[in-house]
Each structure stands twice: as C-alpha cells, then as structure tokens.
C-alpha cells in the first residue's frame, strides 16, 4: 500500500544533541513538507521541498535543517540550537499539478520529548 | 498574511445531531479548500476536499463553500461518538500549492 512512513514513533532528546526524523514516501509525490504541532494548536510549517535538491523554510525554520537527495525521502534534523523541541512532528507530501491543488496524506507523525 | 479561522471549540452536539463546523480565509484569492480530521495522539486525515461554491456530500459529510463570503464549513449529519476529534479546515491560495491550516474545531459527540 502506498503511503508515508515516519520514524521513530517516539524521540528523546538530550541537551546539546541533535535528533533526525525520517519520512518516507512510496506515492511519487513531489511536494513533502514537514511540521510541528504544539498541544492544542494548529500545524506549522517547518521546511518544504518541491524538487530533489531544493527545499525552502518554512514559518519556523530556525534550529531545523533538512535535506532531500531523493524524491522519497525528506528528513529533518533537530539541532541543539532549537531550545523547546518537545512536539509532535509531521510529515506529509502532495502531488504538484498546475491545475487543481492536490491535498496532503500526512505520516503517523513522530512524537520528541527532552530528557 | 494569509489567515485560516476557526473557532477552537469544544463544540459538543448529541448523539444523532448535526454537527456544523466553519472556517474562514482571508484571501480572496483561495482556490482549493480542505477539511482533515484529527483524533487525539494522531494525525491528520483528509475527509473532504471542495474547490467550487456550493454543496458536497459524502456519505455523511457535507462540505460547504462561499468564496463570495470567504467561508467553507462542514456539515457532519447524524453525528456519532466516533466523529469526536479536533476538525482542520486548510486553504490554498492560487498560485500556490502549500495549504494554511486553521488551529482546528474540537467536536465532541455525547451519547
């Protein structure tokens, strides 16, 4: 079955370390974006990326980095200099047409805790 | 700044009811409109997508758009339990394919 897998389900985090999250995708989508959801709050975007190669930050970029050296693959790294990482992050990817916008599939998100 | 409200809810409806969620979008040029359902501790599925003014129906789910209006809501009819979760209403902008998302509606069906 097609879709989007995120791993781990579960991170911990220790002072001063960095973390990275993987997302994969098997729906030959183009577009995949990743964001972070606070307890009680909406999505916010982090980084995006619409081509291999390319990718553009998002709302709140600062203290992540990401990569995309293949289409399948998006993931985010979680620096040390992001101070308050504790959230549920998600993946998600959609097709890009120049016609009729495509929704997002989202992954079953990944959930990072501080030790 | 392109802006999605909702309002946060909880909006609790009986068991059998019409549950009536909106949303609305500040930009006038939005295209493609998308409301996703949220359990608690999990992610988002898209329940309905709506593109054009009017009325949508599946099965249960009716999505309502007026972009005279700039607003997009969803009709859940004969409402159950299982329909409780937090509702995402997102919005692209023409020329855009990257969504705004709204901060959700929480629904909670009483038996």
């Known amino acids: 079955d097609g879709g989007i897998t995120q791993s781990p389900k579960y991170l911990f985090r220790k002072e001063g370390q960095n973390v990275t999250l993987s997302c994969e995708q098997n729906?030959?989508?183009?577009?995949m974006y990743w964001y972070r959801q606070d307890p009680g709050q909406g999505l916010r975007l982090i980084y995006y990326?619409?081509?291999?190669?390319?990718?553009q930050k998002g709302d709140i970029a600062e203290g992540y980095s990401v990569s995309r050296e293949k289409k399948e693959s998006f993931p985010l790294t979680v620096t040390s200099a992001q101070k308050n990482p504790t959230a549920f992050y998600l993946c998600?990817?959609?097709?890009?047409?120049?016609?009729?916008?495509?929704?997002?599939?989202f992954g079953d998100g990944t959930r990072l805790s501080i030790l | 700044q392109k802006e999605v409200e909702q309002n946060s809810g909880p909006l609790s409806v009986p068991e059998g009811a019409i549950a009536s969620l909106n949303c609305t979008y500040s930009d006038r040029g939005s295209q493609s409109f998308f409301w996703y359902r949220q359990y608690s501790g999990k992610s988002p599925e898209l329940i309905m997508s709506i593109y054009s003014n009017g009325d949508k129906e599946d099965g249960r789910f009716t999505a309502q758009l007026n972009k005279a209006s700039q607003y997009v809501s969803l009709l859940i009819r004969d409402s159950q339990p299982s329909d409780s979760a937090t509702y995402l209403c997102a919005v692209i902008s023409g020329g855009s394919y990257i969504p705004t998302f709204g901060r959700g509606t929480s629904l909670i069906v009483h038996p």
């Open positions: 990326s619409q081509i291999v190669n390319d990718f």
């Open positions: 998600a990817s959609s097709p890009v047409y120049q016609g009729v916008n495509q929704p997002q599939h």
């Open positions: 729906l030959n989508h183009d577009a």
